[in-house]
Every structure is written in structure tokens, then in C-alpha cells.
Nanobody
């Protein structure tokens, strides 16, 4: 599967932004998909994930209640709705897919086999 993230840009603190992760290839419904982010000088960190099939969602503590992940299997797209953005949310956001052979979702970057190029989100104060 190939992934392409889009939707990044410059926003003011408190505003919202929606990122999209578009996939190509077969069997998208069988892949769990996650969003990670990497701020300048920091390690890549887990943001959110949506499991294959029923679409159970997972969030890191620092976005819980502000971000919402969803997937549209017909469109082969996963969305990340980001509300109440803060300057500390500034980062390059990446989407990643986990091989269907894994039944559980991972929050570890090493748990994902397919990555797309990131999209930069800049939040100004």
C-alpha cells in the first residue's frame, strides 16, 4: 500500500485543521493506520491510530479530546481532525499503515511497515 498525507499548513492557535491520508493499492480495509508526528529536534511520536475492520480508535494523551481520527474505506482515506491546535502541535505529520498480519495496533514507529511523506503543520501563537 502507498500512502500520501495532505492538509498541512499554517494555522493560528485555537484553530482547526483536517489532515488526510490517501492510500492506493488493494486491501486498504485490512490495514490499521496511524498518525505520527515529528517536531524539529524531537523523535517521531505516536498521535492516533484506527484499527482495520471495525475501526477502533486510539489516541495519545496529549491529543485526546482535541483530535479525532476516522477512516473511509470506500475512499481509502484516513482523516485526522485536529481542533484547538497549539504551538506545541507544530510538526511534520506522517501517516503509516501496519501490515494486515498484525492483529493489534501499535504506538511504536517500528510497528508500521508503510509510510507516506509527511505534511507540515505549523501553529502560530
Amino acid at each position: 500500500v502507498q500512502l500520501q498525507a495532505s492538509g498541512g499548513g499554517l494555522v493560528q492557535a485555537g484553530e482547526s485543521r483536517r489532515l488526510s491520508c490517501s492510500a492506493s493499492g488493494r486491501g486498504f480495509i485490512d490495514y490499521s493506520v496511524a498518525w505520527f508526528r515529528q517536531a524539529p529536534g524531537k523523535e517521531r511520536e505516536f498521535v492516533s491510530a484506527v484499527k482495520y475492520g471495525v475501526g477502533t480508535t486510539y489516541y495519545s494523551d496529549f491529543v485526546k479530546g482535541r483530535f479525532t481520527i476516522s477512516r473511509d474505506n470506500d475512499k481509502k482515506t484516513v482523516y485526522l481532525q485536529m481542533n484547538s491546535l497549539q504551538p506545541e502541535d507544530t510538526a511534520v505529520y506522517y501517516c503509516a499503515a501496519r501490515d494486515p498480519s498484525y492483529a493489534v495496533v501499535s504506538s511504536d514507529v517500528r510497528g508500521y511497515d508503510y509510510w507516506g511523506p509527511g505534511t507540515l503543520v505549523t501553529v502560530s501563537s
